[in-house]
């Protein structure tokens, strides 16, 4: 069985600002406690293609698991929660101004397989002031048979965890877009 | 009861210095640069170059090492590469 639901925001602020904040959701101090399932975030690759101006970057985010049901819990020998690490896939290109941001965890991909793609864009209403953005998530639990009965149970939760996520996501993005914001003024009024 | 920065803090490779360091940097190239249209200069080459070292040392995830290795393997023009690449010859 797979779960897939798609979400769509409106953010408003330019499209440069709101990627700027999806590039530091995870690393931003003000993250660490609503983002606190994310435990580390590393780049591990980034290339920049000098004639498109395309830029690709692969970062891991390691992350905690929802507590897990009793009986995956035995399975898994007593533990309560796991660790995943995940890989996050990033192409900006600044001509079109297009970012898109794909997720999937790399562990545990015997027992569950979660991909998410995000797409931000300048909003076709208000292209320099608002910018649209949309994502889509896919949860699958694979069938194990030791784990099969309670398998939906895993899916659920994890769904529902990651729609609260995405929502904590957003809601962090907006707050660093909004000190971004605060800090062009600042340096703006500086020059003048 | 969630006071549990501490136990988050285990989690912390021993390139976190260099990993600070380099998306601070990236982060501030990419709002005043980059996503306002001057890509033509790739930014914080040093600090990423420090940093990669450092991954390349200490990270053991053999899942997350493949991503690392992959920008290696698109970038070598030399003859590094110990790939079965077998019909290397035919190219010629």
């Known amino acids: 069985m797979v779960r897939a639901y798609t979400q769509e925001h409106v953010y408003h602020h330019p499209w440069d600002r709101v990627t700027s904040a999806a590039f530091r959701k995870f690393t931003d101090p003000s993250a660490s406690t609503s983002l606190s399932h994310v435990l580390d975030v590393h780049t591990l690759s980034r290339s920049l293609n000098p004639s498109t101006g395309r830029l690709r970057t692969v970062r891991s985010i390691t992350v905690h698991s929802p507590s897990l049901p009793f009986l995956l819990r035995r399975a898994l020998g007593g533990r309560d929660s796991l660790t995943i690490n995940c890989v996050e896939t990033t192409v900006v290109d600044p001509v079109g101004r297009s970012m898109e941001v794909s997720v999937s965890n790399v562990g545990l991909r015997g027992l569950i397989e979660v991909e998410e793609r995000s797409f931000y864009g300048p909003h076709p209403d208000d292209p320099g002031r608002r910018t649209a953005f949309r994502q889509e998530t896919r949860i699958r639990c694979k069938p194990l048979s030791a784990i099969a009965a309670i398998a939906g149970k895993v899916e659920s939760r994890c769904a529902e965890r990651f729609l609260q996520n995405s929502q904590k996501g957003r809601e962090v993005v907006e707050r660093i877009c909004g000190y971004l914001e605060a800090e062009s003024t600042r340096s703006k009024s500086a020059i003048s | ?92």
């Open chain 2, 1 to 92: 009861m969630t006071r549990k920065s501490a136990g988050k803090k285990s989690y912390t490779s021993p390139c976190a210095d260099v990993r600070d360091a380099y998306h601070d940097c990236f982060n501030r190239w990419y709002s005043e640069k980059f996503s306002k249209g001057q890509w033509d200069k790739e930014g914080c080459v040093s600090e990423w170059e420090k940093y990669r070292a450092c991954l390349f040392q200490n990270l053991e995830d053999k899942n997350l090492r493949r991503y690392l290795e992959d920008e290696t393997s698109s970038h070598t023009d030399t003859n590094t590469a110990n790939k079965s690449v077998d019909g290397e010859d035919t190219t010629k």
